[in-house]
Nanobody, 121 residues
Framework: QVQLVESGGGLVQPGGSLRLACAAS????????MSWYRQAPGKERELVAA????????NYAESVKGRFTISRDNAKNTVYLQMNSLKPEDTAVYYC??????????????WGQGTQVTVSS
């Protein structure tokens, strides 16, 4: 069974830092691109950061670029999101995603349960 389990969320003051982790099981982790999405109350889910299967390429939403860093440790089957200089606008449920596409075009896509991040004074 495929499982993606997020951890590290919580309450933090503006300007503070938090590191999220997503531990994967049931997949060949090094074959999957990993990403973090978030969904704030009353808003649509948005892509925050993504990293390629080997960790050689990353992409970030403009709103978090320079503040957030995505990384992965394939030996630990874990992807991380380091969040610095947090703002109240970063408050959301953060979701981990694993994605793989075969040469024939078949897509494998999995989601974690989400972890709450609240930035407030």
């Amino acid at each position: 069974q495929v499982q993606l389990v997020e951890s590290g969320g919580g309450l933090v003051q503006p300007g503070g830092s938090l590191r999220l982790a997503c531990a994967a099981s049931g997949i060949t982790f090094s074959s999957y691109a990993m990403s973090w999405y978030r969904q704030a109350p009353g808003k649509e889910r948005e892509l925050v950061a993504a990293i390629s299967s080997a960790g050689r390429s990353t992409n970030y939403a403009e709103s978090v670029k320079g503040r957030f860093t995505i990384s992965r440790d394939n030996a630990k089957n874990t992807v991380y999101l380091q969040m610095n200089s947090l703002k109240p606008e970063d408050t959301a449920v953060y979701y981990c995603n694993a994605n793989r596409r075969t040469l024939s075009g078949l897509v494998y896509d999995y989601w974690g349960q989400g972890t709450q991040v609240t930035v407030s004074s």
